[in-house]
Structure formats: C-alpha cells, structure tokens
C-alpha cells in the first residue's frame, strides 16, 4: 500500500474527554472503572451479588443506552476532528469511514459458546458472519451526530466496517484504494479522508450479550472481560495532499494487513495464534543475526482465554520465524479503557501518535495488530514522520 500521512486525531476514552488526558492517563496506568448499579451478577437468593465492573466516558454518556449512547460518543469524537480541520482551513473534500459495533450482536444475551448450540444461537452466528449487515440501522445516529456540525466542507459518507477490532483496518485498506482509484483519474481531487472508530458495550443490551456469552469478568469468570466505551478518530492523506495543504503529519501508516483466520471465537474456537505470528511477521523488517530487532507493539489482548492463548502462539510461532527479533514493549489498551472492540484500532493509532508527539515512544515504528471476535486478524504499522525520525532512536 502507499504511505498514508496521518494529520489530526482526537480520542474520547473512561480516562478523558480528549486525547492528552487519556493518553497521559494510561502511560500513568491509570484506571478510572466503576460498578454497573444497573447490571448485578450472580444469585440474589442466595445473597451472592457483584455487579458487573464498567469503563464509561465521564458525564457525557451518562443517562443514555444503546444507539443513544453511540450517537453520544460518536458526536463528541466527530467535534473535536471537525474543530481541527477548521483551525487548518481544510478545503479539500473529505471523506468519512467508520469502524461500529455489528448491529446484530446484542440479540438479548444469546449464548454463543454453549456446548449444544440451539438454532437461535446458530442463527445469530449466521448474522454476526454476515458480511453486510443492514448499515441502515445506524443511518440516523450518523445523520444526527454530523448535524449542526460546522464542517469547512461537507463530507461524504464512502464506508462503514462492523469487523470488530479489525474494522479500523478494513478502513484503512479503503481508503488506500479510494487513492489509488484517485491517481488513475486526472480529474479526481486529492481529498482528506477522517477514519472514525465508536464502540460502546457498558449498555444493558451489551452487558446481556457478554453475559450470556460467558465473557463477562466476574468472581466465578476471572478470565472475562471490564467492558469499556470509546470514541476515536484520525484523518489520513497522502504526503503529497498533505504538504499542499501546509501541514506536518503526526505519523505515517506504512502498511496494512488484513488476514483470516480458520477458527472464531463467536464459536468456542481457541485460535492458534499462526495467523496472527504470519501478519506480524510480513510487518516487520528482516533482520540478521548481529542485530536484535526490538518490536513495539500494540495489542487488542483483553485477558479472555482464547485472546491469551493466541497472543502466546503468534509470540511463539514469531519466534520460530524471526529468531532475532524481541517483541520488548507491547501496549495493552484494555488495561486502561476497558474493552472497546470497534474503537480499538483507532485507539491504538491516536496513541502512538500521542507517544511521537511527547517524545515517550519507545521506538519510530509501533505494530498494532488485532485480532477480531470472528475470523479476521490485522496488523498495521505506524512511524514517525519522516522528518521527526531523528528526534527517536
């Protein structure tokens, strides 16, 4: 793929309403969680309560449920990057792709991995699967999270993702060959295209659905997950666009690798970790045997048993593959936002972008990969502008 510049980003996340302070927030290792009052576990006969333990957005999403609570989020992140490109006085056409929970996964707390499968379960897998859902059911929380929005030029809306942790990937892959449809077409204008990745699962409907899967982390589920709300976003041109329009990019995206996998964890299946280790692999640059390659990683890791088990495969299988290269820094967004699933990609980025821009990246190259509930798995890598390289060793 060609090199994407990466020139404003925005992050709402349990640790602040703003990239600066969730950024600073988990370098501290912060944890701003709170108890579901709305949502108990376990057997209130027998006085054997604990509620379910959330990572909201502070104030903002409080009293709101659902596609409400999305369109919050989704609201709030697209502000802030509309509020940056009328400081740049962006005047080229923008383009807008999205990364949004699957609208068919909160299906009233339908076990997926259960021993007997029933037909509502296989029925459900069958529409989690579906490449295209009904993008429609989202259209009006979209419309109403643009309106009344100041934007210096009108965006168009080219695609929305329900991938999962992997959708901000799929985003990025659209996007490049959007530009690469572009340099075929004289006539077609260099354009500026924002990546907005929201996920929300501290609802009722999605605490049911992690409930009723089994994944929700508890006493009795010490392997489950803290279910985490957030709202990123960044915009992506070519070098060329972005030197026409005057500004400096934060980071350059260098590559993007989209794979699928033979097992889903929607189906009780305890991935390997191959696919995952033959992604990281291509990413990474080839070293010999006098040098000791140390990686900076990004993972969407998020303490479940299938997620642990293949990230100690894919260490495993890279090793075999790449003996002198050592995965020495890797960064877990869950620890501090809670899990985010849509909106992890996104995070991912706006963080390391954070790192460059304050001078605490341990590395000019950060790998973020991801490894989605169903069967796609990516990884993408993030450098420094090419004129910020000397500032990192």
Same mark, same amino acid.
């Given at each position: 793929m060609k090199v994407l510049a990466i020139l404003h980003?925005?992050?709402?996340?349990?640790?602040?309403?703003?990239?600066?302070?969730?950024?600073?927030?988990?370098?501290?290792?912060?944890?701003r969680s709170q108890e579901a009052d709305n949502y108990p576990l376990g057997m209130p006969a027998m006085d054997e309560i604990e509620k379910?333990?959330?990572?909201?957005?502070?104030?903002?999403?409080?009293?709101?449920?659902?596609?409400?609570?999305?369109?919050?989020?989704?609201?709030?992140?697209?502000?802030?990057?509309?509020?940056?490109?009328?400081?740049?006085?962006?005047?080229?056409?923008?383009?807008?792709y999205f990364s949004l929970p699957h609208p068919h996964r909160t299906n009233q707390g339908i076990a997926l991995q259960t021993d007997e499968p029933s037909a509502q379960e296989f029925e459900l897998e069958a529409l989690l699967d579906n490449e295209e859902p009904d993008e429609t059911l989202y259209h009006s929380t979209i419309n109403k999270s643009f309106k009344d929005l100041p934007w210096p030029v009108v965006p168009k809306i080219k695609k929305i993702f329900?991938?999962?942790?992997? =959708?901000?990937?799929?985003?990025?892959?659209? %996007?490049?060959?959007?530009?690469? $449809? !572009?340099?075929?077409?004289?006539r077609e204008q260099a354009s500026l295209s924002i990546i907005v990745a929201v996920d929300s699962l501290v609802s009722i409907k999605e605490l049911e659905w992690l409930h009723g899967c089994s994944?929700?982390?508890?006493?009795?589920?010490?392997?489950?997950?803290?279910? =985490?709300?957030?709202?990123?976003?960044?915009? %992506?041109?070519?070098?060329?666009? $972005? !030197?026409?329009?005057?500004?400096?990019?934060q980071a350059n995206i260098q590559q993007c690798i989209i794979d699928k996998n033979?097992?889903?964890?929607?189906?009780?299946?305890?991935?390997?970790?191959?696919?995952?280790?033959?992604?990281?692999n291509r990413l990474l640059p080839v070293t010999d045997k006098d040098n000791i390659f140390q990686a900076w990683v990004m993972s969407d890791h998020n303490g479940e048993e299938p997620r642990a088990a293949e990230w100690g495969g894919a260490l495993h299988f890279l090793t075999k593959a790449k003996p002198h290269t050592v995965v020495s820094d890797t960064w877990f967004p869950v620890t501090s936002f809670g899990y985010t699933d849509a909106a992890y990609g996104a995070i991912a980025i706006v963080l390391i972008c954070e790192a460059f821009n304050r001078g605490y990246a341990p590395s000019s190259h950060a790998y973020a990969m991801a490894s989605a509930d169903g069967v796609?798995?990516?990884?993408?890598?993030?450098?420094l502008a090419n004129e910020r390289?000397?500032?990192v060793q």
């Open positions: 980003t925005a992050l709402n996340t349990s640790l602040g309403l703003d990239c600066r302070s969730s950024a600073a927030g988990a370098r501290a290792g912060l944890v379910a333990i959330i990572h909201p957005l502070p104030f903002i999403t409080s009293g709101f449920q659902d596609q409400a609570r999305l369109g919050i989020i989704l609201t709030k992140t697209l502000a802030d990057i509309c509020e940056q490109l009328n400081r740049d006085n962006i005047n080229i056409p923008l383009d807008v329900f991938s999962g942790s992997s =959708g901000v990937s799929e985003c990025i892959n659209a %996007v490049n060959c959007n530009n690469q $449809a !572009a340099d075929n077409d004289v994944r929700l982390k508890s006493s009795d589920n010490p392997v489950g997950v803290q279910p =985490g709300e957030a709202g990123a976003a960044f915009t %992506v041109c070519t070098p060329k666009a $972005a !030197a026409q329009l005057g500004l400096k990019p033979s097992t889903s964890q929607l189906k009780a299946q305890i991935p390997d970790g191959k696919v995952l280790a033959n992604i990281l796609l798995r990516s990884g993408i890598t993030v450098s390289q000397n500032n």
